[in-house]
């Protein structure tokens, strides 16, 4: 049996992925995949984070910059451990 990936991540110096689990709960074994090239890693989930919201590959600080798709996609306003969740109660765009 494939085990199925628990998050998706675009390249490899993305800071974010994005849970792709109904029910992704604190504490889950996740198999992260790197969708660029099919490789893997493994993470474990801090929070219980829903479907389609990002969780941290690495401690981010505030103000530090958050990349997913190998892009700037918003500022981290509030300190964020790895394997936690990332929206806009800790992360906001640079737009407005």
């Known amino acids: 049996m494939t085990e199925i990936p628990h998050l998706l991540v675009h390249e490899h110096n993305d800071n974010v992925g994005v849970v792709v689990v ?3 709960t604190a504490g889950t074994d996740m198999l992260c ?6 490789s893997t ?3 474990t989930s801090g929070d219980d984070v829903p479907i389609g919201h990002k969780i941290a590959l690495t401690d981010l600080n505030s103000g530090d910059t958050a990349t997913k798709y190998g892009e700037d996609i918003g500022k981290i306003i509030a300190d964020i451990p790895k394997g936690a969740h990332v929206h806009t109660h800790n992360c906001k765009t640079k737009r407005w």
């Not at 995949?33 to 099919?38: A, F, K, P, R, S």
């Open 33 to 38: 995949c790197i969708t660029h090239d099919n």
């Open 22 to 24: 109904e029910g992704l």
């Open 41 to 43: 890693f493994r993470l």
